[in-house]
Each structure stands twice: as C-alpha cells, then as structure tokens.
C-alpha cells in the first residue's frame, strides 16, 4: 500500500500538470518557452499556446471556445476527484 503521504503528492502533481496542460491550450497562455518549430519537434504544440483556439478554428463550435475550456476544465478535474476518493481509503481518521 502506498503510504498517505506519497499519495497526495502523486495527486496533486497530477492536479498541476493537469492544470498547467489547460492553462497552455488556453487563450491566456502568452509565455514563449521554445522555439518556433514546436515543443520537441512537434508543430503541432507550438510556444504560444491558445490551441484550443487553433483546433476549433473554422468550425460552428469556434465562438464558444472560452465555454468549451471552461467546462473541459470542470469535467477533467471531477474526473481527477472521483479518481483520488476511489484510490484513497475509505478510513474516518483524519491526520
């Protein structure tokens, strides 16, 4: 069994990866960590992030972007929620 402590850890580092990985399709993003050829060769994940933007570009579902994010951000991190309550013990002792 994992000890309560790494446990957290481990959730919570998948909660900022989670939160930096929508923070970096978002329109917000403005940081130019790279070059312009991509994250690792890849063009597709370019430095200026806002791919969200780029993927609904020309389609009906492009003026709702922020609305889109927004509730892909909610659905994943009540995923990641159930995830941790059913992975965490079932016990009422609080630390």
Excluded: C, N
């Amino acid at each position: 069994m994992i000890p309560q402590i790494i446990r957290r850890v481990l959730f919570l580092g998948l909660s900022a990866l989670t939160a930096a990985f929508f923070y970096y399709i978002s329109r917000f993003y403005d940081l130019r960590l790279w070059d312009r050829d991509g994250l690792f060769g890849f063009e597709a994940l370019r430095p200026q992030g806002g791919l969200l933007a780029r993927w609904l570009r020309g389609t009906d579902a492009a003026p709702f972007e922020l609305l889109i994010w927004v509730a892909a951000l909610f659905v994943t991190l009540t995923f990641l929620q159930k995830l941790f309550d059913a992975l965490s013990p079932k016990d009422d002792d609080h630390d």
